[in-house]
């Protein structure tokens, strides 16, 4: 299973984007989701995740407020809606599922399936 991530692009610092992300087969159904970022020269490091079940949502505490992750069960979509975009906000953005049960939702190494990346570029 692919997982396809789509939305990216060259905005305004202040502006707004919202990734998608959608798996390859639509049969997929994943415990949870999740988008990571990846700055040049930097780590992945988490953004936010959703958990199927309940819906509950997870943030890492720099992006609540500016960031929202939502599902789409009937579409099997995933989205990350970003919001008064920074210049610091530029990276590859990459969606992650995983059907195991459990936590750890923040680290790279909980995921087993991943997207292929999408480029956001924020402008002063």
């Known amino acids: 299973v692919q997982l396809q991530a789509s939305g990216g692009g060259s905005v305004q610092a202040g502006d707004s984007l919202r990734l998608s992300c959608a798996p390859s087969?639509?049969?997929?159904?994943?415990?949870?989701m999740a988008w990571f970022r990846q700055a040049p020269g930097k780590e992945r490091e988490f953004v936010a995740a959703i958990r199927r079940r309940d819906s509950n949502t997870y943030y890492a505490d720099s992006m609540k407020g500016r960031f929202t992750i939502s599902r789409d069960n009937a579409q099997n979509t995933v989205y990350l809606q970003m919001s008064s975009l920074k210049t610091e906000d530029t990276a590859v953005y990459f969606c992650?599922?995983?059907?195991?049960?459990?936590?750890?939702?923040?680290?790279?190494?909980?995921?087993?399936?991943w997207g292929q990346g999408t480029q956001v570029t924020v402008s002063s």
């Open positions: 087969e639509r049969t997929f159904s994943s415990y949870i």
């Open positions: 992650a599922g995983d059907n195991k049960v459990g936590g750890g939702f923040y680290s790279v190494s909980r995921y087993d399936y």
